[in-house]
């Protein structure tokens, strides 16, 4: 970002502050009431699944995640594929972006989607364009996060 | 359990509420957006701060996609525990795989039986 | 004839003798459906994806054109067209179901003009008898294309804005003295001005200075007031651009009436639609001036009017590359014929 502005004329500055006048801002705190609800219910929803799993299932509270998020990720297909899902991000933004049913959502719907350039180059080709970087940076993080650890240990000092 | 619902519900929304300010605020696209909290649980299962939220919001803090950053870390550090550094490797998915299976899979699913609709 | 820096000026009157507007679901719950020829209730047309239902509306548009103007298309003898879709392929498509000798145009938003200005010359000084031009978008090929898969749930800020599903087409030919069609009388061919805006999510504010650039230039080049024109209309600048372009020509001494300078994106969808800050795409200007703005101009509302199409020229790529937004917009000038006639 600092290194476009020290490229912009000041015919370019003019302009984006007159500009910037006209520009409708962002619902910012009624996004996030969106955002808050939406997601604390997703989340609840949740709850609810895991609790389904612990009394019914025989799972515990250690691994009751599991289930819990693979049913979570089917409700995102039904949603998603129902055509309702986009329509819930428009209301609720990170309230639906950021829980896992998100993650399932991006990657559903890219699958859906890319189905007419047919299963193996459409689908298989397209499916993790929106997913891909959370797992290459949750992968990539959770490593380094967990060699220094590991290091740390081992060498004593913690 | 009353209380595990109420507290899934606040937190579980103010992270949410956190991933819309890095939206409106910090204008960052969602690609960059759930990136960085993913790293964001990654490293705060480093410092052994998210399982004790997790003990104490349940859903709240495993559903949003931080969670998934702090089920990477955990399933490394277990098996570096048992094998020692080359666990870093093996571990990661062993507990995190639901969640990118599912999502494979229902993708796959839903390509095959669901039309998009606009 | 070359008028000025960049204006040509078309003497000979090129007539518009018939038109053809196409669009969808959206389109048909909107502002302006009475003025579409044909509207489809689903966004595949009973295609088997996006981009063919996209290149059916543009062949519809050019069928209905042709039939309008009671010709065949053996004597069309060029055809000017263009879309937003990765190397115009549903235009290219269709011209080959038309098998017309093609031009095929990119200037995203703004290809109407640029196609209806370059369809005027060539008819202007007899390089054809008659000549099909148009410009078309589908919102769901668009989306796939430059932003997220459509199912995707992304929240899209009030400063976006929603691509038409619609093709719209016109049949230009010499004129016929005592016809009383639309005739263009000249065209304002548009610089790529770069203000340095990025946001993909703001197309409106970044073209508003490239509008902003042609309206001045257009004035400037034909020594005219805008006094002379009942109406100015932008392609698709939106809310956010159209408010920007007004306050920019305002600052340069260009005095507009009350009501004289409208948008074709703000123009076509109801307040109750949720289109954010207005229409957009190439078929937005096309759809809107095709059926109707040159509606309007038949039944007397307005005797001259300025087009001014403006278009985004980015990729999802340069975006990704961290490049600004290149924009351009080109004016055309339409007369009804009777004035001089």
């Given at each position: ?36 609800l939406v997601g604390g219910l997703i989340c609840l929803i949740g709850q609810a699944v895991s609790y389904f799993y ?14 819990t998020v693979a049913t979570m990720v089917f409700f995102s297909?039904l949603l ?8 819930i991000?428009?209301?609720a933004?990170?309230g639906s972006?950021?829980p896992v049913t998100g993650?399932g ?54 | 359990?009353?209380?595990m619902f109420?507290?899934a519900f606040?937190?579980g929304g103010?992270?949410c ?41 349940g859903a709240g803090?495993t559903i949003p ?54 | ?341």
């Amino acid at each position: 970002m600092a290194s476009k502005q020290k490229k912009m004329t000041p015919q370019q500055k003019n302009y984006q502050t007159l500009q910037q006048k006209h520009e409708l801002k962002r619902p910012v705190l009624k996004n996030c009431i969106k955002a808050f609800l939406v997601g604390g219910l997703i989340c609840l929803i949740g709850q609810a699944v895991s609790y389904f799993y612990i009394y019914y299932f025989n799972f515990t509270e250690q691994n009751v995640g599991n289930p819990t998020v693979a049913t979570m990720v089917f409700f995102s297909m039904l949603l998603t594929g129902f055509g309702v899902y986009d329509h819930i991000g428009q209301f609720a933004g990170a309230g639906s972006a950021v829980p896992v049913t998100g993650f399932g959502n991006s990657v559903i719907s890219a699958a859906i989607e890319h189905r007419t350039e047919g299963f193996v180059l459409g689908v298989g080709g397209n499916m993790f364009k929106l997913a891909g970087s959370v797992i290459l940076f949750g992968v990539f993080s959770a490593f380094v996060v967990a060699l220094i650890k590991t290091l740390l240990v081992m060498w004593g000092v913690l | 359990m009353l209380a595990m619902f109420f507290w899934a519900f606040v937190v579980g929304g103010l992270i949410c509420v956190v991933g819309q300010l890095l939206f409106d605020v910090a204008k960052l696209t969602p690609g960059h957006t759930m990136s960085l909290l993913v790293v964001i649980g990654a490293v705060l299962d480093g410092l052994g701060l998210y399982e004790p939220l997790v003990d104490f919001a349940g859903a709240g803090a495993t559903i949003p996609i931080t969670s998934f950053g702090n089920s990477l870390v955990h399933g490394a550090l277990q098996d570096a525990q048992a094998h020692g550094i080359i666990g870093v490797l093996t571990g990661m998915f062993q507990v995190t795989s639901s969640g990118i299976s599912a999502a494979i899979i229902f993708g796959f699913i839903g390509a095959l039986i669901f039309k998009p609709k606009g | 004839m070359l008028k000025g820096q960049q204006s040509w000026v078309f003497d000979n009157r090129p007539m518009i003798t018939a038109t053809g507007v196409t669009g969808g679901p959206f389109e048909a719950n909107g502002n302006l459906s009475s003025d579409f020829d044909l509207l489809y209730d689903d966004l595949w047309m009973g295609q088997e994806s996006y981009e063919k239902a996209h290149r059916l509306l543009l062949e519809e548009a050019i069928k209905v054109a042709l039939k309008k103007g009671e010709i065949e298309k053996d004597q069309v003898q060029f055809l000017f067209a263009g879309d937003l879709i990765n190397q115009i392929t549903p235009t290219s498509f269709a011209a080959r179901t038309m098998q017309i000798p093609y031009f095929g145009l990119f200037g995203a938003c703004s290809t109407s003009m640029e196609g209806l200005a370059l369809s005027s010359f060539v008819v202007n000084y007899q390089g054809a008898n008659y000549v099909l031009t148009g410009a078309s978008s589908h919102n769901s090929a668009v989306e796939k294309q430059f932003r997220y898969p459509t199912e995707y749930g992304g929240q899209k800020p009030p400063t976006a804005q929603w691509t038409i599903t619609g093709a719209g087409v016109a049949l230009v030919e010499t004129n016929k003295p005592g016809q009383d069609n639309p005739v263009t009388t000249s065209a304002t061919i548009g610089k790529v001005i770069d203000m340095g805006l990025s946001d993909p999510f703001n197309m409106g504010g970044a073209m508003a200075p490239a509008a902003a650039d042609t309206i001045i230039a257009h004035f400037r080049d034909l020594k005219l007031d805008p006094s002379y024109y009942d109406l100015i209309v932008t392609g698709d600048l939106g809310r956010i651009g159209h408010n920007t372009t007004a306050e920019l020509l305002n600052k340069s001494g260009l005095k507009l009436k009350q009501g004289q300078f409208q948008d074709c994106g703000l123009l076509m969808y109801k307040e109750d639609q949720p289109v954010m800050a207005g229409g957009s795409g190439a078929g937005c200007s096309a759809t809107v001036l095709y059926g109707h703005l040159l509606n309007e101009m038949k039944k007397g509302t307005y005797k001259r009017i300025l087009v001014v199409a403006t278009g985004a020229l980015l990729s999802p790529l340069s975006f990704q590359q961290k490049d600004s937004i290149p924009c351009i917009a080109h004016a055309v000038a339409i007369e009804m014929n009777g004035e001089k006639g």
